[in-house]
């Protein structure tokens, strides 16, 4: 059974830097065709994706987030980590992680975390 | 700013069928990138409907089906319940933009 679950801050000021790290269970992100991307959800507004890293080490991020987002993955400890740098309340949101294969439908996020409000606040 | 566009409700009444639409580009459903349907209640991380265009993940009852031509995609949901109100967003590949992206969302209510 795949489950994935964030953690992190809920309250962070504005030009910050936030970190939240994904931890799953039930795959391996060494697996090809593995990746483990992050969605953010602003409260009342539509879902938006933000990045994505693949079994290989290969990093793809939203391009309007691209200078301030970073994503790494501690294979060992079965962690994903997001940072994103210069905090602005605009990024106040809940944001998930899920789980990707593109063996069984590419681009699908077939199994979510339960996701983790962030506020960006003075 | 979504990607894709849905219309931001629907409804319908009990038993009725509605369909819930997610129009594209060129650059994205029009290039051939697979779309993919979420359903999510609120206060709760979306969940996989439909992916692959019209393929539905074990568990999700045949009532929802995914159709995609041309530049748009819509799920249909037939015999219509108290529990499909809910918030449907779609997904699929940009490659113009090298992203994912989402629609807008569509909040189906049940009269």
């Known amino acids: 059974q795949i489950t994935l679950k964030e953690s992190g801050p809920t309250l962070v000021k504005p030009t910050q830097t936030l970190t939240l790290t994904c931890t799953f269970s039930?795959?391996?992100?060494?697996?090809?065709?593995?990746?483990v991307g992050w969605i953010r959800q602003p409260p009342g507004e539509a879902l938006e994706w933000l990045g994505l890293?693949?079994?290989?080490?290969?990093?793809r991020y939203s391009p309007s987030l691209e200078s301030r987002l970073t994503i790494t993955r501690d294979t060992s400890e079965n962690q994903v980590v997001l940072t994103l740098t210069t905090l602005d309340p605009v990024d106040t949101a809940t944001y998930y992680c899920?789980?990707?294969?593109?063996?069984?439908?590419?681009?699908?996020?077939?199994?979510w975390g339960q996701g983790t409000m962030v506020t960006v606040s003075s | 700013q979504s990607g894709l566009t849905q219309p931001p409700s629907v409804s319908g009444a009990p038993g009725q069928r509605v369909t819930i639409s997610c129009t594209g580009s060129?650059?994205?459903?029009?290039?051939?990138?697979?779309v993919h349907w979420y359903q999510q209640f609120p206060g709760t991380a979306p969940r996989l409907l439909i992916y692959?265009?019209?393929n539905r993940p074990s568990g999700v009852p045949d009532r929802f089906s995914g159709s995609k031509s041309g530049t748009s995609a819509s799920l249909a949901i037939t015999g219509l319940q108290a529990e499909d109100e809910a918030v449907y967003h779609c997904?699929?590949?940009?490659?113009?933009?090298?992203?994912?992206?989402f629609g807008g969302g569509t909040k189906l209510t049940v009269l």
């Open positions: 899920a789980h990707r294969d593109d063996s069984t439908g590419w681009g699908v996020y077939d199994i």
């Open positions: 039930g795959f391996s992100l060494s697996s090809t065709n593995v990746g």
């Open positions: 890293i693949y079994w290989d080490d290969d990093k």
């Open positions: 060129s650059s994205n459903i029009g290039a051939h990138y697979d």
């Open positions: 692959g265009n019209n």
């Open positions: 997904q699929s590949y940009d490659r113009s933009l090298s992203a994912s992206v």
